[in-house]
């Protein structure tokens, strides 16, 4: 992994095309911007993760058709 230091409206590039820009920080959060090509897809490894657990547990389930269309049902009424 490659560490580096870097300051509020300051910069990174990964190949020529991908820019990752410090924009600003705030106690222990900081805020990134991220100029990619639209074809590059970008996603909060958080989320990554949760698609991941949810397809793998999606593949073991038994839940029927009927039900997952109940639980969708419910989903919309929140």
Known sequence: MLVLTRKKGESLLIGGDIEISVLEIAGDSVRI?????????????ELYVSVENMNRNAQQSTISAQDLKDQFKQLKKK
């Open 33 to 45: 911007g991220i100029k990619a090509p639209g074809d590059i897809g970008i996603l909060r490894k």
